[in-house]
């Protein structure tokens, strides 16, 4: 049963009808951006993800690995960008050890834009891609609905808008990988500190021309959790127990099976 | 077959947008491509140094307006089929062959699709450029020149007027840099650099025009 | 109320402690406001490895029906039960094959590495995005203040007696602010190479 399946698309529908909204899926509100250096290229992004105006997770990946050398941050519904990601990485590598060569960024990005144009937006998928080749550092991004843009530095999500007035101040054309480091770290905490999508930490990969790609995770934390003042330990017994039962998860099996009789059954035709 | 009413204006919801201001303008020794540069989601501007003119084969470009998905996945698809058709025919597809692929994909799938494209070729054998486009719904007309999308409304008077049969490459520029820069003026939705594609017999020579060359006059 | 998320209410919670782990789920089953049963269980055991389901109930019951299936068959082909780590893949695939018509549910996963003896707890969107925690995750129509609880009341390496105390009392004191939760709870501390099951007394309001 490969793909998806749309067995409960007609149930679900008609809870629609009858009233029921539809439940939120993990959103990744988040800021990420990339930007290219002489001689590579990085990305970043925060690592809050939301259902709702719930925090789910104060702490997530949203850098992706396509590929060695071809890294991926995402944005929009963090299932898809997850799945999408994953796919493609597969199919990357296939692709990869099909043609024995190392994979290359507009491969990847040929194939993530391909299949999310074919699902016509319904995959929230906002990604960029980066990373390096045989044919130099390259960075692109990717809109759900399979459009994609070039550029010498990009941003996206609900924070994109505080990201790229960074960029857009402090980009120059001869950065150093330093210095593109701090431009990507900066731009993620203008969406960090001034978009409610976007909070805790910074993620960072830099990926170099002929190098590994380096993934710098939690780069940055400017929001530690200050350390509790206080024990708010129950004392034993507090909570009152009806019934209670133990189970060992530990089944021992002992069989002995001695060399000779061993090697005896293995011969079928002697 | 009946019921045709569908609105193809319509883009779907936060889709990527190509606002645009595009032309293309046949003279004496072939032919221009010309665009602005901005491509905007809502009222965001996603990338104001977009390049909207996009390579099919050696000689022939085109320019892209509507959605930005839907014309990047067209173009890709007639890539494709003239590259298939070169080696097949071992002889280059001509610019007719190419607006002819493009009018079979736009009018086969005009209900899902939102995307205006002009293509432009020079052709070889007859030393001359051609423009020809396919809006909206999927016909195909040729033409001396083309203008389409939300920014060339304001234009097509200025264009009438002034668009003379076999000009010199110089005066094209200038009749476009100046067409584009007004479009870019009075649309919202077009505006940044404007890049041009000059097709001739030379090759293709890509230009870019930034706001304080195109502005002034 | 307009969500199938929210028809028949239930709340879970699971706790990372010291080379130990934490699972708890409240019984009830509902229609609305209206109780039905005080015996519905929203966690499930498969192997070494705990699922806890929250959500609407009839698909409570088909995924746990479901992953019950597919552990044991994965059992069968490999010999050995399912890790906590390989489990919340197979939860994370088996939701997102339903991508474009999902099951209304929040699972979350608890359990202990067999080979690193690692403890290991994540939790799910209803589409299957994993949210690995270090510390807690909570779910269901108490998970807001299941997150108010946690937060306040969790700490880092606990010992197995003292993590029952500190889930017990943030499951059982979310529900009581919960109408759709509550009707009794049940506990699992998971440690190694034993699982103790506790039923906890509640208020039956």
Redesign the interface.
């Known amino acids: 049963m490969p793909g998806l399946a749309f067995d409960n698309y007609q149930r679900n529908n008609y809870l629609t009808t009858k009233g029921y909204g539809s439940p939120t899926a993990t959103s990744t509100g988040t800021t990420i951006v990339g930007c290219k250096f002489n001689g590579g290229v990085v990305i970043a992004a925060d690592t809050r993800a939301t259902s709702g105006d719930i925090v789910a997770d104060k702490n997530c990946e949203k850098l992706h690995r396509l590929a060695p050398q071809i890294w991926c941050a995402g944005a929009g519904t963090a299932a898809d960008t997850e799945m999408v990601t994953q796919l493609i990485g597969s199919n990357l590598e296939l692709h990869s050890l099909h043609l024995n060569r190392k994979p290359r960024v507009v491969t990847a990005m040929?194939m993530l834009?391909?299949h999310l144009?074919k699902y016509?937006?319904h995959i929230g998928a906002y990604l960029i891609v980066a990373g390096t080749d045989p044919t130099g550092a390259h960075l692109f991004s990717i809109?759900?609905?399979?459009?994609?843009?070039?550029?010498q530095y990009q941003s996206l999500g609900s924070g994109s808008?505080a990201a790229m007035a960074v960029l857009e101040s402090e980009w120059n054309e001869k950065l150093t990988k330093e210095e593109a480091m701090k431009l990507c770290s900066d731009a993620i905490e203008a969406g960090i500190w001034n978009d409610l999508g976007s909070g805790s930490n910074v993620d960072l990969c830099v990926m170099e021309v002929g190098q590994d790609a380096v993934l710098y995770r939690n780069y940055l934390t400017p929001n530690v959790r200050e350390a509790k003042t206080r024990s708010y330990k129950f004392g034993r017994g507090t909570t009152a127990v009806l019934r209670e039962s133990i189970y060992s998860l530990v089944e021992v099996q002992e069989e002995i099976v001695s060399f000779k009789s061993a090697a005896e059954a293995i011969e079928v035709d002697a | 077959m009946n019921n045709i009413s569908v609105d193809i204006n319509h883009l779907?919801?936060?889709?990527?947008n190509l606002g645009t201001s595009i032309m293309a303008v046949t003279f004496k020794d072939g032919v221009i491509l010309g665009a602005d540069s901005r491509?905007t989601?809502g009222s965001?501007i996603?990338?104001r140094?977009?390049?909207k003119l996009t390579q099919i084969h050696d000689t022939i470009w085109c320019c892209r307006s509507g959605?930005?998905?839907d014309t990047?996945?067209v173009a890709?698809m007639v890539k494709h089929y003239l590259e298939l058709y070169e080696a097949q025919h071992q002889q280059p597809p001509s610019t007719h062959t190419a607006a002819s692929v493009f009018q079979e994909i736009c009018y086969t799938n005009k209900d899902?699709l939102t995307a205006g494209i002009i293509v432009a070729g020079y052709d070889k054998k007859t030393g001359k450029g051609e423009v020809i486009s396919v809006p909206l719904g999927g016909s195909m007309h040729k033409q001396e020149y083309a203008i389409a999308g939300s920014g060339s409304t304001f234009i097509y008077g200025y264009c009438d007027e002034n668009y003379k049969k076999d000009m010199t490459q110089e005066e094209t520029i200038q009749f476009m840099r100046y067409s584009l820069g007004q479009a870019i003026k009075w649309d919202g939705s077009s505006g940044g650099v404007i890049r041009m594609a000059v097709l001739t017999a030379r090759g293709v020579e890509r230009l870019i025009f930034y706001p304080e060359d195109y502005q002034k006059q | 109320m307009s969500d199938p998320n929210s028809i028949n209410g239930g709340s879970a919670v699971a706790m990372v402690g010291k080379d130990c782990v934490a699972i708890a789920c409240d019984l009830r089953l509902g229609n609305q406001s209206l109780g039905l049963a005080n015996n519905f269980e929203k966690v499930f055991q498969l192997g070494h490895t705990f699922l806890g389901l929250t959500g609407l109930a009839s698909d409570v019951t088909t995924l746990s029906e479901t992953f019950r299936l597919k552990t044991n068959l994965y059992k069968m082909r490999e010999e050995r039960t399912i890790e906590p780590e390989t489990f919340a893949n197979l939860v994370s695939s088996t939701l997102y094959e339903k991508r474009f018509g999902p099951y209304f549910v929040g699972p979350i996963v608890a359990g202990i590495n067999s080979q690193t003896k690692k403890p290991f707890i994540c939790g799910f969107d209803l589409i299957g995005c994993i949210d690995f925690a270090k510390d807690f995750i909570v779910s269901g129509t108490a998970s807001d203040q299941l997150y108010g609880m946690c937060e306040a009341l969790y700490e880092p390496n606990l010992e197995p007696e003292d993590l029952f105390e500190t889930i017990s009392q943030a499951l059982l004191n979310a529900v009581d602010r919960d109408a759709l939760s509550g009707w009794g709870a049940v506990v699992y501390i998971v440690t190694k190479d034993q699982v103790v099951r506790k039923v906890l007394r509640t208020r039956q309001d």
């Open positions: 040929t834009k391909q144009y016509q937006g809109h759900a609905h399979g459009s994609t843009d070039v550029g808008l | 779907k919801k936060g889709e990527v491509t989601t965001y996603a990338n140094v977009t390049d959605s930005a998905a990047q996945a890709d899902n």
